[in-house]
């Protein structure tokens, strides 16, 4: 999995990589998008949006308020 945030900060970010990996163990990536490529890639508008993308490039889900267990299921699927 990869996070992206558009902030330096990592006060917020630790904490999600850490409840990842306590429930799933899962590998997470941490990157910034500084100049905000990947965000207008995707047509990211808010802060705490998700996008979920399948290991084709295909956008599989984009949008918010996603809890964990469907998180892991969209993940798992793709």
Do not use: C, F
């Amino acid at each position: 999995m990869l996070a992206i945030d558009i902030q330096p900060a990592r006060d917020g970010m630790n904490s999600w990589i850490d409840y990842w990996h306590s429930k799933k163990g899962g590998n997470v990536t941490w990157a910034i998008d500084g100049s905000g490529t990947l965000v207008r890639k995707y047509g990211i508008t808010v802060l705490g949006q998700t996008v979920v993308i399948d290991r084709t490039g295909n956008v599989v889900y984009n949008g918010r308020a996603l809890n964990y267990e469907s998180l892991v299921q969209l993940v798992e699927e793709s």
